[in-house]
């Protein structure tokens, strides 16, 4: 007898992955050679004392446990329940955490399914390989200046600029975008999770050649002979400059606090007081540096910029889950309801029901005359935002109110809540 289990409504070994909200998962019987009865079996984690960490939902209790008991008929017809990682569990390599199926009388093991807790990770805390997988996966996507990387620092230029700055859709334009880069280097290695950059806190080991490079008396950064950024072109001019304004061994950015930044939109959590952290820490954070990190048509091409875009989204992320803020439908949430055109809204681009340049493809005025890099890359998880999503699809990040609108991604500190019984 044989037990089988499809993660995230996919039976390719590529969905198995998830993070801190619960996936759907199927567990069935395959070979039932000799069975007549049901068969009990029981769901836990291979090793419970490393790797990453799961834990089981029934359809019915949205209580975690460790291990599950299931009655698997012997028709191989599937049984349903959800698995989400253990907050503060997350794996640090593919397959490190694992699924085990027992027949509940005989003990015996029917299948071992390997999985990975893949979560964003605060770039200072990575072990030496999952920098190294990051950097390698960066490096290859770029290859040199000849990979699509140049499509991302091709879109966040002068002209792509009002769609993505200075109104409401700053947040999920940049949710987006961190995402649509991710699901690339996931394509080249699924193991791979965008770290990001806490610019609150010193980071001497992001600011090394190891990884994130030293700039040089004149700004331009040096690597390890070893580190593949030292490769580095993305129009021509190979290298990245990028002088430091504090001291990134003691120091850490010249920004607001998390607790500050979280206190933005005010005891009542009001987005549009929030998104001043487009200011402060963001802005700030980008000209903590000078080099092309510090300005918008070029920041780009200094591949900090994602660790950085991911500091600013996990800020989102955690004012979110503090606030309960995942209701499309509620102004605290997100105030530009409708869409461009409407009596009051903004302009395009920064209203729930509009789609996102360049996702849309759409290059007819006022949407920018180019749109780079064509659609949002497909995830294996979840069909979620869509390929030319809405500004809408990237706000329930975690499906905490609309399971089907997860997009595959979390936070090493930012749990997943279920909502409060209303
Ligand atoms: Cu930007």
Redesign the pocket.
Known sequence: MRSEITFNSNASPAARYVGWAPVPVQVQLADTTGATDPVTVRLRNQNAAQGGQVEFFTSATNTGQAEIELSLPVTGEPADLRIAGVFQRPSSADGDAAVEVVDANTSEVLGVTPLMVRIRKNAATLSDAERDRFLTALATFNDRGRGRYGDFRNV?TEAG?PE??GSTG?LP??RN?LLDLERELQAIDPSIAMPYWRFDQPAPSLFTGDFMGVPNPHGTLQFSAVNPLQFWVTDGTPGIVRPVRFNTQTQHANVFSEASTLLLGGQDAQYEAFRQLEGNPHGTAHTSFGGSISS?PT??KDPL?FLL?ANVDRLWAKWQWHFQRFDVESTDTFPAQGKAGDPGANRVGHNLDDTMWPWNQVTTPPRPPTAPGGTLAPSPLTSAPGLSPEVGALIDYQGVLTPPTRLGFDYDDVPFEFPAAS
Do not use: D, K, P
Request: proline share 0%; glycine share 0%.
């Open positions: 966040h600029s993505a700055h700053f334009w940049h975008f918008i920041a780009v910029f875009h």
